[in-house]
Structure formats: C-alpha cells, structure tokens
C-alpha cells in the first residue's frame, strides 16, 4: 500500500512535469513546477527526511516560484512601431513587406531573436510626435530618403545595446539612431528604467 | 499599453499574496526559532524571508529599499557567523555551561536565517532593478 502510495506520487509528478514542459503560458509552467515541487517535499517526509522536506518546500514552490513570477513580470513584449513615410502615408501589408525586406528589419529582427526577447512590429496611426510622445512604442521606426530612421528613448537600455550592435555591423545597414527625452512621471520611470 | 501589461494581469496573485505576507513573516521566524528541535533552521526560515523580498517586489515594484542597507547588515551578520562560534566554541565557554546549547543553536539559527534572508532578498533586488549590471557583487 505504501509503494503505491509512492508510485502514484511519482507518476503524479512526471505528469506535472510534462504539463510544465507542455503548457503554452509560461505562468502556467511556473505553477506546474510548484506543484511538482510540493509533491517532492510529500514524498520526502514520506521516506522521513523532514528537514529536506522543508527546505524542498520553501526553495523549490516558495522561493522559485516567486522568483520565477518576478522574472516573469519584467518579461514583457518590446513593441516597434512603424510611421508611415511623410510623402504616401499608405501603412498597407505591401509597403510592411517592403520593410520587412530591408536589412535594418532584419538586424532588428536578429537581435530580438538571439536575446529572446518577445517582438511585436505595429503600424502607428499617429503622426510623428504624438507617436514620440506615446510611451506605448520601445522604438519607433520611420522611412527617410534613404534610409530608416529609429527613434529610441533616452534612457532604454536595450535599445542603447541595439544601437552599438547596429554601429559595429558598419554604415551599410541603412539605419539612423536618434534620441529623445521621454517625459514620464516618477513612478513609471523606475519601473522602465532598466529595460 | 505598457501599463496595462504590468497590472492587469496581477491583480489576483497582488491579493493572494498581500493576505499571505504576514503568514509568511511569521511562518519564517517560527522555523528559524524552531529550527533546533523541529525540521527547519536558519537556512529553510532564510528563504521563506528572502520570499517575502520578492513578494513585496511583485505587488509594488517601487525601488525605495535601500538595498545598500540591506547588504551592509547582512554583512554584519555573516561576520557575526564566523564570530560567536569562534567566541563561545573555541574559548570553552559553552563547554563550561552545558545548559547554554540550546540558546546558542536558537543565535546561530537566527543569526544564519537573517544572513541567508537578506543575502538573497539583496541579489533578488538588484535583479529586478538593476538586471545584476552596474556595482559588482561580492559578500
């Protein structure tokens, strides 16, 4: 009775490991492996190791996973907005793919992918400046002559890594860095100011 | 839009733990005061205070923690971990009065579960504020 008691415990948690490595939500994948971990703390005071027990509970479903809810809440999706060129304001799916086709596109785009950070390009309806002024868009993106202009705030530390990577890669990727103050209010400037 | 993305997903686990954090605290201390004679000690009751770090982190991220503070009193209290052995261990004094044993292990329980809380609450902090960049860390 007790060895089925185990096996079931054991079966439970390769369950809940497979769902945590399954689920689609990462918050979802957080809870999963509390769980597992809660499970593990029972079977060890089941086979009477009570101080690993405790401390199985407190890392593993106390300390992980609020940690891993912390992570989860500076993870967030970094928007690129694109402004339609002032002569033909057109914002159609032939002039994206005309963007996407460009090499400065594409360097963005490999730089997200490789620091696997989530990216999201939208269409700004806006005129320039109330775009800039708009704290939605981490970069915002607009077609010169030649080549494309990106707009970065001031203080975003992602954006200041993406341009140095931009510098190193040389002149020929069409693409033109400028800065602007971003005026926000104290509170929202702590909690952006890392990123 | 950013906003939106930070609040409006967290309103219930902001609830859920805002009503377990004072359970937390008190759950901390009693496995750090226990720890002697019952599973738990100053490492287990550490953790369970370094949790409340991060859980005071995800209902209101606002940086006014001094987190200097916070690495200077843990350094106190590690310096305190090699001290009071070295103190009561090696001078004999706890050999002269046996009946002391259990006061020194409930110290050092405390002394370890505080070191331990901070230490980690300290690196949890500068993670989520400061991404590990900027001041190195050593203890």
């Known amino acids: ?195 | 839009m950013k906003n939106e993305t930070i609040t409006a997903d967290s309103i219930i686990l902001q609830l859920a733990i805002g009503l377990l954090f004072p359970f937390m605290l008190l759950f901390g201390f009693y496995i750090i005061l226990n720890g002697h004679y019952t599973p738990g000690g100053g490492f287990q009751g550490g953790g369970i205070l370094a949790s409340l770090f991060i859980a005071r982190y995800i209902i209101f991220p606002v940086e006014d923690t001094d987190s200097e503070m916070l690495h200077t009193i843990q350094r106190i209290f590690l310096s305190a971990i090699l001290l009071v052995p070295l103190c009561l261990l090696f001078t004999g004094v706890l050999a002269q009065y046996p009946n002391m044993q259990k006061h020194y292990l409930t110290l050092m329980d405390i002394l370890i579960g505080v070191q331990v809380g901070f230490g980690l609450g300290v690196a949890v902090l500068r993670f989520a504020f400061f991404q590990g960049s900027g001041q190195t860390w050593h203890l």
């Not at chain 1, 079931?8 to 769902?19: E, G, H, K, P």
């Open chain 1, 1 to 195: 009775m007790n060895d089925m008691i185990d096996s079931a415990i054991l079966l439970t948690m390769c369950i809940f490991a497979l769902l945590a490595i399954q689920a689609r939500l990462l918050r979802n994948a957080i809870i999963h492996l509390a769980v597992l971990s809660v499970l593990a703390a029972f079977l060890y005071m089941r086979i009477a190791a009570p101080e690993l027990a405790i401390a199985e509970a407190v890392i593993g479903s106390g300390l992980v996973t609020l940690l891993y809810l912390a992570a989860l809440k500076r993870n967030r999706v970094y928007t690129i907005g694109v402004v339609g060129d002032q002569n033909a304001r057109h914002l159609a799916d032939p002039y994206m793919h005309h963007l996407m086709r460009t090499h400065a596109l594409r360097e963005i785009r490999e730089f997200f992918l490789i620091r696997e950070y989530q990216l999201q390009i939208v269409f700004v309806p806006e005129a320039l400046d109330e775009a800039l002024r708009n704290d939605a868009y981490d970069l915002i993106l607009q077609e010169d002559d030649s080549d494309i202009v990106a707009y970065t705030d001031d203080e975003s530390y992602i954006m200041m890594e993406l341009e140095m990577l931009i510098q190193m890669r040389g002149a020929h990727s069409g693409l033109r860095f400028e800065r602007y103050q971003q005026a926000t209010p104290e509170m929202e400037r702590i909690d952006t100011a890392g990123i």
